[in-house]
């Protein structure tokens, strides 16, 4: 016997009361599936009826396609009825699962029974008297819609969402017929869209009741999308304009909650001619939900527009977002909405980008208003986003205006600081190289911070740009330094993260020993100055000192050093020359091969693996040696690591 659980919460709005519960609820599960339902779909036992409902689509499996036709549509039609909304609830979300079995297993019969069946019942519970049930309906529709054939959307799906559109007695269905224009758009198709579903848009957009004016209003996106800009400028856009002027602020917060959709859709003439103006209008109503949607909405409304198209007045408009101009009134007093700036701080890269950096003097000052904020949501957002900022402004303007915020948010609270330490290789990237050796500084600040290892992560992440950077002496005196700090810190994420990254720095060390070493050559044929030679032979030295430590993390006592080591080679050998990890790297990292922690080995099979895809490793006997190996390892996870590249069981003597 078998006990149900999914008795419903007593503050489930589907909640019931079942007088009979009195420990009588046991399934037989002695019993055949068949059996099961035709024993308990009737049952007086709400939860004997929810059971049955919520295994349909795994007894249709169970049971096979000819008897699922017959027993489990006969149980589908018992709960079409059922008095119980739990039970009509959960066959609408049992539908589309035994939809997807019906059309697998049984073929044309098994879509046959969907088109004829199943949909007319979904098309049933859309008007059900339960709201629950409904939104369940509805969303089975709309799964269904995606799988029925294209052919057969006009004269079997479309039927009911006319017939949604056309009730006029219930609003709540001429409001899930807006909806599901909108959702089902991109599965009708253009044609469709522009035949059926324009003109119900047009008509329910001058419905006398307000909610389904508003549905219209809310959902115009995937429609412009669908009927192309030439429909949606001389069809959708009229009908747009005259909701955005309703009488009922619902609807016209609604509009300016689609004006980045309709922007998006319309020719550029109108976006720049009517569609400013609507926004305008909006911008300026009367009621402060209107005015704040409107603001809430301009970022990425001019987003949409091409940099020279935005007005002077409409980037205003933003920058009024946080100071008043014109009576130097805060966000606050002028538009009732504290989180005003916020959307302000987080759609700036976006303004920037469009306008470009020659309007930088329209948007500074409110860009350090914004970087001073009280809210720290606000200078978070505006951390996050300080090195694609940069990446508009250029070097010049990136030295001149934003190295004070960068230097702001480094002592913000770690919510804000986290944007700046997660993106600083890239912010430093922009500032131009004199500058940016100043900052060597900040890496070591990071790397120092044991309050927050994931700070040390998230630079550990960077070594591959950074290593690219700064100049050869900072680089082999910080940044190397701060690469074996990240590789041995005591986090195994950050050690992770650096192992996964530092490929970069190693490569460009070791190509200042190779051209340090074709100098020398070339000096000994052509010079005789003795000082150049010292300092070649010099750079030589520090470069083998920097790569021993690497190199010696292979033979350390500590099992984690050695796969680490096996987790540098992995990325090393994309990085690389073949012939300097062959010359260098290679030996150490095979000599795992017999390493006596499986965690090792399994590294090194992963790393073999690659290893095995590149040409200039394909066929080297050490190599397959090591593959073989670990192929036939002790350890499962070992051979399955080995799986990832083909085994060569002819290993070529050495």
């Not at 600040?445 to 290593?467: E, H, P, S, V, Y």
Request: net charge negative; glycine share 4%.
């Amino acid at each position: 016997m078998s006990d149900f659980f999914g008795i419903p919460n007593s503050e489930d709005p589907n909640n019931f009361n079942d007088p009979q519960n009195d420990g009588s609820e046991e399934i037989d599960d002695d019993l055949s599936v068949i059996e099961r339902i035709k024993k308990y779909v009737k049952s007086d036992l709400v939860l004997h009826r929810l059971y049955i409902v919520r295994e349909l689509a795994e007894s249709a499996r169970a049971v096979g396609f000819d008897d699922a036709k017959i027993h489990i549509v006969s149980a589908m039609e018992d709960a079409l009825s059922d008095v119980e909304p739990a039970v009509r609830q959960g066959l609408m979300e049992q539908i589309p699962e035994v939809t997807k079995y019906f059309i697998e297993a049984g073929g044309d019969s098994g879509y046959t029974v969907v088109l004829q069946i199943l949909l007319p019942m979904v098309a049933e519970l859309t008007t059900d008297r339960n709201a629950q049930v409904r939104a369940a309906a509805v969303e089975s529709l709309q799964i269904m819609a995606r799988i029925i054939r294209h052919e057969d959307l006009e004269p079997y799906l479309l039927p009911i969402i006319k017939s949604l559109a056309n009730d006029g007695t219930e609003e709540e269905h001429r409001m899930e017929a807006a909806t599901l224009f909108h959702n089902l758009a991109p599965t009708l198709g253009q044609d469709l869209c522009l035949s059926v579903v324009i003109q119900f848009i047009a008509k329910l957009a001058e419905d006398p009741v307000f909610r389904v004016r508003k549905a219209v209003a809310g959902n115009f996106g995937n429609i412009c999308r669908t009927v192309g800009q030439e429909a949606t400028t001389q069809r959708i856009l009229p009908v747009f304009v005259s909701l955005s002027t309703d009488d009922i602020w619902g609807v016209r917060k609604a509009c300016a909650e689609s004006l980045v959709a309709m922007a998006e859709g319309v020719s550029p003439e109108q976006r720049y001619g009517k569609l400013i103006e609507v926004f305008e209008t909006l911008a300026e109503d009367q009621s402060r939900w209107v005015r704040s949607a409107a603001y809430q909405n301009l970022g990425p409304f001019i987003a949409k527009f091409e940099g020279q198209q935005v007005s002077a007045k409409l980037l205003r408009y933003y920058t009024g977002m946080v100071v008043d101009t014109a009576t130097n009134a805060t966000s606050n007093a002028k538009h009732g909405d504290g989180d005003i700036t916020t959307y302000c701080a987080f759609s700036f890269p976006a303004v920037l980008i469009t306008v470009g950096s020659a309007r930088w003097p329209e948007l500074c000052d409110t860009y350090f208003t914004l970087v001073k904020d009280l809210q720290w949501k606000v200078r978070r957002s505006l951390s996050h986003s300080l090195h694609e900022v940069a990446k508009v402004l250029g070097p010049q303007l990136t030295e001149s205006s934003l190295l004070l915020a960068f230097n702001i948010f480094l002592k913000d609270l770690d919510e804000v600081r986290v944007g700046v330490v997660k993106n600083i290789a890239s912010f430093l990237s922009v500032v131009p190289p004199n500058s940016r050796e100043k900052f060597l500084y900040v890496l070591s600040d990071i790397q120092n911070d044991g309050g927050n290892w994931r700070f040390r992560k998230l630079l550990a992440k960077q070594l591959g740009l950074l290593a690219s950077l700064f100049t050869t002496e900072s680089t082999i005196h910080t940044i190397i330094p701060l690469a074996m700090q990240l590789l041995n810190d005591p986090v195994f994420n950050v050690r992770r993260a650096a192992a996964a990254n530092v490929s970069p720095l190693i490569t460009r060390i070791w190509n200042l020993k190779a051209g340090a070493t074709v100098v020398q050559q070339e000096g000994d044929k052509v010079t005789s100055d003795e000082k150049e030679k010292e300092k070649i032979t010099k750079l030589e030295n520090t470069v083998d000192s920097v790569i021993a430590p690497i190199l010696k993390l292979a033979t350390e006592n500590t099992y984690g050093l050695r796969q680490q080591y096996a987790q540098i080679c992995y990325h090393l050998v994309t990085t690389l020359s073949p012939e300097a990890f062959s010359n260098t790297f290679l030996a150490p990292l095979l000599a795992l091969t017999t390493d006596k922690v499986p965690n090792v080995r399994r590294a090194l099979a992963n790393t073999v693996s690659q290893i095995t895809t590149h040409p200039h490793f394909s066929n080297n006997p050490q190599v397959l040696a090591s593959m073989e190996a670990l192929h036939l390892d002790t350890d499962r996870d070992v051979r399955e690591a080995t799986l990832a590249a083909p085994v060569t069981s002819n290993v070529p003597s050495s």
